[in-house]
């Protein structure tokens, strides 16, 4: 999304309305399509990420359908925003004039932005703004050329080329439909004397609505003027009806995104499998990997390299880490940490500097302290593990009683054997060591040793006792010196 810079911020005399009442029925969902993600963002909030870099007086969002989730989006992504209900009576229009009775006394130029036409930005917005101004038209209108406007508005143009009215997909004749250029759904009025406008208009079409376009037909008759912009970017005036034309859009807005860090200084390996949220932040000479997805609050730190095959959800990497195929969530990894491949970061776990989680290392709500390694085939889960300490293969912390979680506690330089299970609750002291198969169920002090005793036995010639005829007692025979048993039959 590109900011708005040719928009003075000191010009007061604007507001936006946003339209996010209907429902999307082509979308063939239970949620809103204007609450449909895209890029780690509801479609509604790229909207309004293009408003409120314009600075205006006031900013105005219609809603109708799912009133109260929409409501809510709205409140997150833009407080300062007045949610305007529109009643049962359909169509554009009437949203625009629940706006505009909201707005009440306010005189300056008013925005309409379309909730479902989410990559608009100021490559779009100040030209039209610029136009109107410049022009002092009463209504100014964004338009674009597509190669199939079927299911778009067409504008009509005088023999001169001023914009005469729109039409309806539905309501044109089929010389109408003809005509390429398409209404873009984003319009810019002269506050003044808009009100009585939208009052009187009708609903006398295929679809019964009050259509918003119906107003510059009404403008001309007054013998106003209404120019008209043609976008140069299709892709930033696209409206989204569809999931096809959602993920169309999702496609679209990767590729700007990608493109921004990589002209930042990161290294994406490949473009078109890598998938960056609008909110993720990437420090420079960052490297990302093929097949990676980094979502949400997610940021990578200097130098660090993500991926391949790695999904991170609102994870900070630290600089200079390495984070090879992993799935990690609400996890923060230190700097010069080695993480993966194969490991599964939990919320909560928390890997401090040159830490390393390895191969099919699962952790939760685990702390791991600087320095030290958790470095394959273990869940540490419900723990805390100090510096410097290592955590041999196979180890498990059994955190769950049947009822309750607990904790365990792992010191600082402690190693601890192969095959261990810590019975939670349960403390591991500084310096401690571990035999390999050893069942913690007590606390260990700082520097002890903690075994299981359980006395080796070998029982000799078991084999040739109880699988007589196998391989095994072939073999060993010849290997003690032992007559070979004859095997055949």
């Known amino acids: ?113 379309s909730g479902d036409v989410p990559l608009v930005d100021g490559g779009v917005l100040d030209p039209l703004l610029a136009e109107h101004r410049r022009t002092a038209a009463a209504a100014t209108i964004v338009t674009a050329v597509v190669p199939d406007p079927t299911g778009y508005g067409r504008v009509l143009r005088t023999s001169t080329g001023d914009v005469e009215r729109i039409v309806e997909h539905r309501d044109a004749t089929d010389d109408e439909r003809a005509v390429a250029e398409i209404n873009a759904g984003l319009y810019v009025f002269r506050g003044q004397g808009l009100g009585p406008r939208l009052a009187a208009l009708g609903s006398a079409n295929a679809q019964g609505e009050r259509y918003l376009p119906e107003v510059l037909v009404r403008l001309r008759a007054d ?23 959602l993920a169309a ?39 990302i990997r093929p097949n990676t997805q980094l979502q949400r609050a997610t940021l990578i730190a200097p130098g660090a390299v993500v991926g391949p095959d790695t999904t991170l959800v609102d994870c900070e990497v630290g600089e200079g880490a390495r984070v090879s195929r992993t799935d990690g969530t609400l996890a923060v990894i230190g700097a010069g940490a080695d993480v993966g491949p194969f490991a599964y970061l939990r919320p909560g776990t928390r890997l401090g500097a040159d830490g390393k989680i390895g ?5 939760k709500n685990a702390v791991i302290g600087d320095g030290s390694k958790v470095p394959h085939l273990s869940y540490i889960g419900d723990t805390e593990v100090g510096e410097r300490s290592n955590i041999g293969a196979n180890t498990i912390t059994a955190n769950y009683d049947g009822v309750h979680k607990h904790r365990t506690r792992v010191g600082s330089a402690v190693r601890t054997g192969s095959h261990n299970v810590f019975v939670a609750p349960v403390t591991i002291g500084d310096g401690v060591y571990t035999g390999a198969g050893t ?41 003690t010196g032992a007559p070979e048993e004859d095997t055949t039959p």
């Open 439 to 479: 069942v913690v169920r007590k606390d260990v002090p700082p520097g002890a040793l903690a075994v299981n005793v359980a006395p080796q036995r070998n029982i000799e010639g078991w084999v040739a006792s109880h699988r007589p005829g196998t391989d095994a007692a072939t073999t060993a025979a010849r290997a």
């Open 223 to 245: 013998g106003e003027r209404v120019a008209a912009v043609q976008a140069a970017d299709l892709d930033a005036v696209a409206g989204v009806n569809d999931r096809a034309q």
């Open 359 to 363: 191969t099919f290392v699962e952790t």
């Open 1 to 113: 999304m590109t900011p708005s810079p040719a928009v003075d911020p000191a010009d007061r005399q604007l507001a936006v309305v946003v339209l996010a009442a209907g429902q999307g029925t082509r979308m063939r969902s239970r949620t809103p399509k204007v609450l449909h993600p895209l890029a780690g963002l509801p479609m509604v909030a790229h909207v309004l990420v293009a408003a409120r870099a314009l600075a205006p007086a006031r900013l105005v969002v219609v809603v109708r359908h799912e009133r109260d989730a929409v409501a809510a989006a709205v409140a997150e992504h833009a407080p300062e925003a007045e949610v305007v209900d529109q009643d049962e009576v359909p169509g554009t229009g009437r949203a625009v004039e629940a706006a505009v009775d909201a707005l009440g006394a306010f005189d300056g130029d008013v925005l309409v932005l």
């Open 249 to 287: 859009a999702a496609r679209r807005l990767n590729d700007a995104i990608v493109r921004r860090h990589q002209l930042a200084g990161v290294t994406v390996v490949d473009p078109l499998t890598t998938w960056i949220d609008a909110t993720v932040v990437i420090g420079e000479d960052a490297e």
